[in-house]
């Protein structure tokens, strides 16, 4: 991998870890949902918008042993921490458990999912870090989760970025106010945990419009979020938007803004202009950034001015999936080097609470 | 605002009840004169942001929030809402609500005398 020498000792926010087959979970899950499991037949979680087939779904060499990608701690270490590679992996495992509509089992598949990665992935390397998986079927189960498990190397709460109703909804806040206690950021990644689709107006067709407009779901959930005063009752909180473009983001807060000023007596408790609470708050993954094709410096100034904040951005390599063609290097070639830090290691060490210093010792 | 030498009376006292508004033309400027109730005060008609008759609009109150779903309201009446747009004047100050720093319309300053309502321009 010549190409990640630019790349190299970054924090990559955006890492898959898989589930290699539903029984690895067993040994973390009451008895009553493994019997439950085994006797109606699951087979397992597998998201269905990654189809391991789907030329998209996984890079070349990542199909290493017998589950699927990304299941095998060791070969996600060799190709995304050793060598040349990232110096932390914050891994957002995207086993959908929150696609059951049961929330007793969610949760416990969601309790057993996490566990497994404590024990799975924590404690394979020091440099993984986890996404605490929740449900939001049940919000105050998944706050006793996020209690349960933030800290030792639980440094985020994963959504998808499809929920039964618009995240910002008071019913949600239990799952903020965990999050803003515990310290850690809730990130938003695509993918469908209720019975809405990613797309605002149905479900499409075809795996390409999904992909295609997987910004669309994130714009819904941020415009809720903001609108409905989640930062303004939890301050502390942050929100990551993983795998679903940047450049997308100073067109919204434009409208958002000036509707605010015309519509903000609906909303009194959003007290300044919804693009100074977003640049507080949120934070994307640059894979994908939805460029043009080719970028210089002065299109780099232009966009950076209107997101408002290079420290709004998180590198990621989205191992292993392989999506979005763009050259991870595209953005970061144009970047200064203080700018350049803060993408690959600032903003991430800020956010997540990574220690300062690459850490050496294995093993806390 | 003040430092101005011209007087101008631009109503009888009683023209103008508390909570209503007269729209005064004087040297092609067009200025709404308002009675709060506790005193007169007068805006340029003109909204800052695309020129609409602002002093035209709605007559609300002041809505703030300590948090999420509390809604404090309070100077009913104070708070002009522009016809065009929606955007929300402070008529003590002519200070728009939004950005009340930099987008504000001109005040002036008005006087009762002799149960003549007087603007000074």
Same mark, same amino acid.
């Given at each position: 991998?010549?190409?990640?020498?630019?790349?190299?000792?970054?924090?990559?926010?955006?890492?898959?870890?898989?589930?290699?087959?539903?029984?690895?979970?067993?040994?973390?899950?009451?008895?009553?949902?493994?019997?439950?499991?085994?006797?109606?037949?699951?087979?397992?979680?597998?998201?269905?918008?990654?189809?391991?087939?789907?030329?998209?779904?996984?890079?070349?060499?990542?199909?290493?042993?017998?589950?699927?990608?990304?299941?095998?701690?060791?070969?996600?270490?060799?190709?995304?921490?050793?060598?040349?590679?990232?110096?932390?992996?914050?891994?957002?495992?995207?086993?959908?458990?929150?696609?059951?509509?049961?929330?007793?089992?969610?949760?416990?598949?969601?309790?057993?999912?996490?566990?497994?990665?404590?024990?799975?992935?924590?404690?394979?390397?020091?440099?993984?870090?986890?996404?605490?998986?929740?449900?939001?079927?049940?919000?105050?189960?998944?706050?006793?989760?996020?209690?349960?498990?933030?800290?030792?190397?639980?440094?985020?709460?994963?959504?998808?970025?499809?929920?039964?109703?618009?995240?910002?909804?008071?019913?949600?806040?239990?799952?903020?106010?965990?999050?803003?206690? %515990?310290?850690?950021?809730? *990130?938003? =990644? !695509? &993918?469908?945990?209720?019975?809405?689709?990613? #797309?605002? $107006?149905? +479900?499409?067709?075809?795996?390409?419009?999904?992909?295609?407009?997987?910004?669309?779901?994130?714009?819904?959930?941020?415009?809720?979020?903001? %609108?409905?005063?989640?930062? *303004?009752? =939890? !301050? &502390?909180?942050?929100?990551?938007?993983?795998? #679903?473009? $940047?450049? +997308?983001?100073?067109?919204?807060?434009?409208?958002?803004?000036?509707?605010?000023?015309?519509?903000?007596?609906?909303?009194?408790?959003?007290?300044?202009?919804?693009?100074?609470?977003?640049?507080?708050?949120?934070?994307?993954?640059?894979?994908?950034?939805?460029?043009?094709?080719?970028?210089?410096?002065?299109?780099?100034?232009?966009?950076?001015?209107?997101?408002?904040?290079?420290?709004?951005?998180?590198?990621?390599?989205?191992?292993?999936?392989?999506?979005?063609?763009?050259?991870?290097?595209?953005?970061?070639?144009?970047?200064?080097?203080?700018?350049?830090?803060?993408?690959?290691?600032?903003?991430?060490?800020?956010?997540?609470?990574?220690?300062?210093?690459?850490?050496?010792?294995?093993?806390? | 605002?003040?430092?101005?030498?011209?007087?101008?009376?631009?109503?009888?006292?009683?023209?103008?009840?508390?909570?209503?508004?007269?729209?005064?033309?004087?040297?092609?400027?067009?200025?709404?004169?308002?009675?709060?109730?506790?005193?007169?005060?007068?805006?340029?008609?003109?909204?800052?942001?695309?020129?609409?008759?602002?002093?035209?609009?709605?007559?609300?109150?002041?809505?703030?929030?300590?948090?999420?779903?509390?809604?404090?309201?309070?100077?009913?009446?104070?708070?002009?809402?522009?016809?065009?747009?929606?955007?929300?004047?402070?008529?003590?100050?002519?200070?728009?609500?939004?950005?009340?720093?930099?987008?504000?319309?001109?005040?002036?300053?008005?006087?009762?005398?002799?149960?003549?309502?007087?603007?000074?321009?």
């Amino acid at each position: 991998m010549g190409t990640m020498s630019a790349t190299a000792d970054a924090v990559d926010c955006d890492v898959h870890n898989a589930v290699p087959r539903l029984s690895a979970l067993f040994p973390f899950l009451p008895d009553s949902w493994v019997d439950y499991c085994r006797e109606t037949g699951v087979e397992g979680f597998d998201p269905a918008f990654y189809p391991p087939g789907a030329p998209l779904s996984a890079r070349p060499g990542s199909r290493a042993g017998e589950g699927p990608p990304g299941s095998d701690p060791d070969v996600v270490r060799a190709h995304v921490l050793d060598g040349a590679g990232a110096r932390y992996a914050i891994l957002n495992c995207l086993y959908a458990v929150q696609a059951l509509h049961n929330p007793d089992w969610a949760a416990s598949m969601a309790r057993a999912l996490n566990d497994w990665q404590a024990a799975t992935w924590l404690a394979a390397d020091t440099r993984f870090r986890a996404s605490i998986v929740v449900s939001t079927r049940d919000p105050h189960a998944a706050a006793q989760e996020i209690e349960r498990r933030a800290g030792r190397g639980f440094v985020q709460v994963l959504l998808p970025a499809s929920a039964p109703a618009p995240l910002g909804q008071r019913s949600y806040w239990p799952i903020y106010a965990a999050a803003e206690a %515990a310290d850690v950021p809730v *990130a938003l =990644h !695509p &993918g469908v945990g209720g019975a809405n689709p990613l #797309s605002p $107006v149905g +479900w499409p067709s075809h795996y390409i419009e999904d992909y295609a407009c997987a910004a669309l779901t994130l714009q819904s959930q941020i415009t809720s979020m903001v %609108a409905e005063g989640v930062f *303004a009752a =939890h !301050p &502390g909180l942050q929100v990551v938007l993983l795998e #679903s473009g $940047v450049t +997308w983001l100073p067109s919204l807060m434009w409208r958002f803004d000036k509707n605010w000023k015309a519509l903000r007596r609906e909303v009194p408790w959003v007290e300044r202009p919804p693009s100074h609470v977003i640049r507080e708050h949120v934070l994307l993954s640059t894979t994908p950034f939805d460029a043009p094709p080719a970028i210089d410096r002065a299109w780099v100034d232009r966009f950076l001015t209107q997101l408002g904040s290079v420290r709004m951005l998180l590198h990621a390599g989205d191992y292993p999936h392989w999506h979005h063609g763009d050259a991870p290097t595209a953005l970061l070639e144009q970047l200064s080097p203080a700018e350049r830090e803060l993408v690959l290691h600032g903003n991430a060490a800020r956010v997540y609470r990574l220690p300062e210093e690459i850490g050496c010792a294995r093993g806390h | 605002m003040t430092g101005s030498n011209r007087h101008v009376v631009v109503a009888a006292a009683d023209e103008i009840p508390p909570g209503g508004r007269k729209i005064v033309h004087i040297d092609g400027r067009s200025v709404g004169v308002f009675n709060l109730g506790d005193r007169y005060v007068a805006l340029r008609n003109t909204c800052p942001h695309e020129g609409a008759p602002l002093c035209e609009g709605a007559l609300s109150g002041a809505l703030t929030s300590p948090r999420p779903g509390e809604y404090h309201y309070e100077r009913r009446g104070e708070i002009l809402r522009c016809p065009w747009h929606q955007w929300e004047f402070d008529l003590r100050t002519g200070r728009s609500w939004v950005d009340p720093e930099r987008l504000r319309v001109r005040s002036y300053s008005v006087t009762c005398e002799n149960d003549h309502v007087v603007l000074h321009l």
